[in-house]
Nanobody
Framework: QVQLVESGGGSVQPGGSPTLSCAAS????????MAWYRQAPGKQRELVAA????????????EYGAAVKGRFTISRDDDKNAAHLQMNSLEPEDTANYFC?????????????WGQGTQVTVSS
């Protein structure tokens, strides 16, 4: 049974630089893609960042949402089946519930695993 547990959320002041972490348990091998999404109240879930790696990928390749590009950095630790999201220069518009998503076998959305989410609130 795969479980994803996110951590690192909370209340942050504008300009802050927290790091979110996602730990995947229930699999002993590296995933194809680990990603972060976010959903703000009244808005659709959007991609924040995604990073491929592991034995099914041709190296590591990162993709970022337009709203966070240049401010956020995604990384992964395959030994721990974990992903991290370093967030810099946070703005109130970054307030959202942040979700971790893992694709182990490059089989598409029907085989995605999702975490429960961690809330990030940016306010002064």
């Amino acid at each position: 049974q795969v479980q994803l547990v996110e951590s690192g959320g909370g209340s942050v002041q504008p300009g802050g630089s927290p790091t979110l972490s996602c730990a995947a348990s229930g699999r002993s091998y590296s995933s194809y893609e680990m990603a972060w999404y976010r959903q703000a109240p009244g808005k659709q879930r959007e991609l924040v960042a995604a990073l491929t790696g592991g034995p099914l990928a041709r190296g590591n390749s990162a993709e970022y949402g337009a709203a966070v590009k240049g401010r956020f950095t995604i990384s992964r630790d395959d030994d721990k089946n974990a992903a991290h999201l370093q967030m810099n220069s946070l703005e109130p518009e970054d307030t959202a519930n942040y979700f971790c998503r893992v694709d182990f076998f490059r089989l598409g959305p029907n085989y995605y695993y999702w975490g429960q989410g961690t809330q990030v609130t940016v306010s002064s």
